[in-house]
């Protein structure tokens, strides 16, 4: 009989199935690690698990039907989304919109923008294990659905948008209701704070933790507050002001050190951002006109149109090729989450599973969003 | 010292024993004894169990804000005998690929490690299975059984989930055993022994949490650390991290046997919260503050059983607490809070708390 | 009930108290088990788009399904007793459901929560990935339309399911028929 | 760089190149099989700098396909559209960028799936949104599935 020394010291890497169906990856995303030990030496993603074509639906659908398909997309900052659309309609008729309606568009978006970042707050503390700051941020996330719907009857997929300006005008008590909750969000945001950003096993597990360069940022096209925590200025609505956004004065949240806890800051301190733009515009909102009419069947000039708006994930385009019909040739939706998820890979390498997790929080990915 | 008689529960199983030695030989009156004494656990466990998961339920819910169960009975206190007859009754599943007898094993393993542990628990004066003269030590080898248990019910899944969340966990129990250990030898040290109603026997006077000054106190808190720790539970609960493991080492298991990891958990947290409340605050005995004679008279009159569960629920909230506040460490983290602070920590305080005791600075 | 029968009972000098099909001692640890299998549903970690945050809504403070025992949210399909299919279920997906579904164990229940889950909803015409109801796949117990519905109507859904669970027979179960819910009472 | 300078810069650069130009942007059309020169020239040129690409889209008109890039430069500040038309539509090609722009590697698989267009050296071309087993190229304009669609106009 032979006798074959088998040597044990051989370690091998293997592979893990993250996904489609696991709580930390916010949805349906798969994720395909190859660790070795608890290290990760790379993650391949699969994505598509939700991929709805909408796309496609969009080169049959009229102009107004493309903005409820927008709602689906990014969930959580659905506003932003449809007022990309219609911007871009809006662009392709040459229409001018009335000053209130820039106005009301860009508190929503800036509501929107809290309440998403209210839930992925709430989300981050619970793929951290703290789940009581889920329900903590949803609390607040709530209290901003309930603005929504007392303002246009959805909580969550508006479609407060059309082109030409909203749908319905703002209701009587709709200024009191935002600053109550305003008076509510300044004291609940330091508290916030107290129960994640100053918690030492928090920062311990985030600070150093999933670096991204700044020049790997833009290669990615990661944007939103994603980047700019890694030095990337690429706030749309500081690039190319929309709606009211030049009105107003504001801060660009930028870091520069790309780590997680930079990302997880530069949400929090946009919130903080937010409560200011939303505060200069309150009181301001012009009177006149909700919307201007528009046909029924709205049909652009041949041509493109490329509009881009700040969504609460980053940089939301739309990309509408027009042929003088009714539907649009083509729609590309530029979604911030795709751009963003293909820089997983690059941030997560070295990392441990646990870290994984901390890294996919702090990307703040919406799977819809990505999959289209 | 004197407590109340009427408390004491020697008379009574005294009582028992006697009229049972009447009617039958030495050796059945034993087995019989036995059997008295593992039914009545056998439903002190049940029961044990049954109200920390709601009190666990009911702590989450008033941290986060919202009422938790109320729909089952009154107040929802019927909700965790649903949760358990419904476990009972479900399917019990086995992969494949399992290796079926480690499987069906490990979660006996783990309810019989903790199951041992309460027998040398000093519930009351008097009532006390079993005193060992080294109960103390017991009891730390015999709770560090239950990690075996979670190591087989791993590897035995044949799932890579519940593999990595079996080694975490392996390698977490193993390394804060000994911090847990070394903090209560630093009251071994005052006490002179390991048996545990001595040890409750020499606080009569007064808690050891007072009487050993500072190093009793960070005994403490390396003890309720390392304690948490050893119960896989938030922020340590590194073995499900839920987020990343989906449910750790018991990935695999459904009905009755996850039912059995369930309810280990939570009994491994009251035996924790059991070891401190004797070591540190007396165990069953009242609280007495120096010669408040009418304070102290009052305090005797509470029954000594009520005192012990007073000062183990407390304990229990405090974990409770820590799980719905803190976030999960990470498994490196988590070895080096261990291996570089606490284990070093508690050394010190060893040396610490020997020299008080040398020099008699403590009351 | 037969013609015959009915004139039969009209001549019955007293009351007949129905004794179902079972017998006395089934029929109680049927209402046992029902009773524990209603109120302590545990839901999969479940949600593919939208309706997963309205889901998540429903477990937040302010709808809290806690109150009914749901709360105990597993991540492994192996200790969940219900999945709450929140959202569209595409081609690529439609096998994992499926498979999903075949992991857990006994006792099983699904909700079809929004419109998607219900037919494919805004997705049923022109979309080349989208599955038209997640009843092609897996069998549902309740149907929750909307898009998305509210947290309330999830509630909702989950009581009529509780009301399901409790009429069910251990021993002689029957083929179960869905609730479609129309409408959600004010008081419900 | 304001957008007069930019043009006549381009066109200093590209002679050949045909240009058109919308209210936005910009718009450099190009043919397959120069793109990569032309990216590589956008990208590293010191005029142009051209370092950000933030959306890739593929569309299909019928008898050719044309890829669209949109690119801008963070340094300067300025955006330019890119299309590289790409005429047989049998075997359709084109050099990956994915090299260049590290995003494109996502987006290329994607239209890949969609259009059936081929890009040559990327490094890893497979199915990214589609199951693995699906047959067809949904997003093209003739793509006819009675199974899977319900048409509604």
Known sequence: MKIEAIDTSETKEYFINMGPQHPSTHGVLRLLLTLEGEIIKNVEPHIGYVHRAIEKMCEKSSFQQIIHLTDRLDYLSCHMNNEAVCLAVEQGLEMDVPERVKVIRTIIDELNRISSHTLWWGVMGMDMGAITSFLYGFREHEMITEI????????????????????????????????????????????????????????????????????????????????????????????????????????????????????????????????????????????????????????????????????????????????????????????????????????????????????????????????? | MKILSIYDFSNLTQAIHTWLSGKMSVVSTQVVEMILVGTVFLLFFAVLGLVLVYAERKVCAIIQVRLGPMRVGKWGTAQTLADFIKLVFKEPLITRDADKFLFNLAPFIIIIASFMAVAVMPFAKGLQAMDFDIGLFYISAVSSIGVTSILVAGWASNSKYSLIGAIRSGAQILSYELSAGLSLLTIVILTGSLQLSEIVESQADGWWIWKGHVSSIIAFVIFIIAGTAETNRGPFDMAEAESELTAGFHTEYSGIKFAFFFLAEYVNMFIIAAIGATVFFGGWMPLHVGNFEAFNNIMDYIPSVVWFFMKVSAIIFLMMWFRWTFPRLRIDQLLTLEWKYLLPLSLMNILLMAFLSLMGWHF | MGLKEQNNLQNFPGEIHSAGNSNIIVTSLDGIVNWSRANSLWPLVFGTSCCAIEMMAAGSSKHDWSRFGTEVARATPRQADLIVVAGTIVHKMAPVLKRLYEQMAEPKYVIAMGACSVSGGPFFYNSYSVVKGVDHIIPVDVYVPGCPPRPEALLYGIIKLQEKIRDKKLLKDKPSTPIIIDKIPNNG | MDREALKNKLIEVFPNASFSENKQFIILTTTSDKITEVVETLKNNIDFRFDYMFCITGEDWLNYFIITYHLRSTHLGHELVLKAKIENREKPEIETLSHLYSTAELNEREIFEMYGIHFLHHPDLRKLLLPDEWEGFPMRKDYYDPIHIVELE
């Open chain 1, 148 to 372: 929504f719907e007392e303002t246009c009857g959805a909580r969550l997929t508006m479609s407060y948008n059309v082109p030409g300006g909203l749908m319905f005008d703002i209701p009587p008590n709709f200024q009191k209701m935002v600053k109550d909750f305003l008076f509510h969000f300044k004291k609940k945001l330091p508290e916030y704070d107290t129960l994640l950003s100053n918690n030492i096993i928090f920062t311990e597990r985030t600070k150093g933790i999933g670096y991204l360069s700044k020049e790997n940022a833009i290669a990615f096209g990661v944007t939103g507050p994603s980047a700019r925590a890694s030095g990337f200025a690429c706030d749309v609505r500081k690039l190319k002001p929309y709606s009211a956004y030049h009105k107003v004065n504001f801060k660009e949240i930028i870091f520069t050190e790309g780590d997680c806890f930079a990302r997880y800051k530069a949400r929090i301190d946009e919130m903080w951002e937010s409560v200011s733009i939303i505060e200069q515009l309150i009181d301001n909102i012009p009177e006149g006109d909700y919307f201007v009419k528009t046909k029924a069947v709205i049909k652009l000039p041949v041509g493109e149109y490329y509009q881009s708006v700040e969504s609460a994930r980053g940089e939301f385009g739309v990309y509408i090729v027009s042929d003088n019909k009714k539907n649009p040739y083509r729609v590309k939706f530029r979604s911030p989450g795709f751009a963003n998820l293909s820089a997983l890979n690059k941030i997560a390498q070295g990392c441990k599973i646990a870290d994984l997790v901390a890294i996919m929080s702090t990307l703040d990915l919406v799977i819809p969003d990505i999959d289209r």
